[in-house]
């Protein structure tokens, strides 16, 4: 069966690479200082914050969870990294950018103001 689809059996490996990597945070080297320093427009602001959660729910829940706390190997956005570490300017790089390596796709297709509300959204969830 391998030998007819060899396809299928590099579907798998990649699917495994996919699986067991872990977010280790790597993409936070790559950010230009000029994208580290960005300021988000809508810093904090509830209408923001109820519009990034409508995206949010559209596009990344299924890899990151109805309440973004990860769905297996996928990370949570919920961890230290992601509400104390990371800056606003280093989330929308990364929204901008995608991990395609590691399997966190690009999200340049949306406007950006949805992609400063996502970030609004996600910095909201620090308890
Ligand atoms: C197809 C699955 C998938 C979808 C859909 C997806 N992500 Fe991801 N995301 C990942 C993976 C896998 C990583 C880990 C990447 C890495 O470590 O480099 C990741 C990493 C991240 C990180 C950094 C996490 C960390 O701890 O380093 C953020 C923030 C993030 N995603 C936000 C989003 C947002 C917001 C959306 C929706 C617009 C989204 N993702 C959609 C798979 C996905």
Request: glycine share 8%.
């Amino acid at each position: 069966m391998f030998r007819k689809r060899p396809s299928l059996l590099i579907l798998l490996m990649f699917s495994a690479v996919l699986l067991f990597g872990t977010a280790d945070g790597a993409w936070l080297a790559k950010v230009p200082a000029s994208d580290h320093q960005k300021t988000n427009p809508y810093e904090g602001q509830p209408d923001a914050i109820a519009a990034g959660r409508k995206v949010f729910e559209e596009h990344c829940t299924k890899c990151h969870g109805q309440n973004a706390q990860g769905v297996k190997k996928r990370p949570s956005l919920r961890t230290e990294r992601i509400q104390q570490q990371a800056t606003v300017g280093d989330l929308h790089w990364l929204l901008v950018n995608g991990s395609m390596k590691r399997g966190m796709p690009s999200w340049a297709k949306l406007p950006d103001p949805q992609l400063w509300q996502l970030v609004t959204y996600l910095k909201s969830l620090h308890e």
